[in-house]
């Protein structure tokens, strides 16, 4: 059976993304280019081929999903950007779920429902 038809985000964890990606990085002896500098650049590089597909287009969202094609580029580098998150999380021992609600409990803190509830991002 194909694992990709049967994995999906309701039924996978973090450490399953961060298992496969080791073990390609250890699979192709890539460890010695998985530095937290090279890493954090192919985050950006990644990041940057994603805003690309969206260079200069207002795309709705409607019209992101009646076009497959760039659906699935986007998805890709999207996939790509994370392949590259789970990778410097390896090297740095970093635990995503404990980063995120770390995270999570500033931003509610820094951008309070009292002060950004009208639909700003910015404080007035
Ligand atoms: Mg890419």
Known sequence: MNENKIIN???????FFKKEVKKFVEERNWNKYHTPKNLVQAINCEAGELSQLLLFKDYTIEEILNNETLLT??????ADVFVYVISILNILGLDLSQSFMNKMEKNKKKYSNKEFNNGTYYKK
């Open 73 to 78: 580029n986007i998805a890709d580098e999207i």
């Open 9 to 15: 985000d309701q039924n996978i964890s973090i450490s």
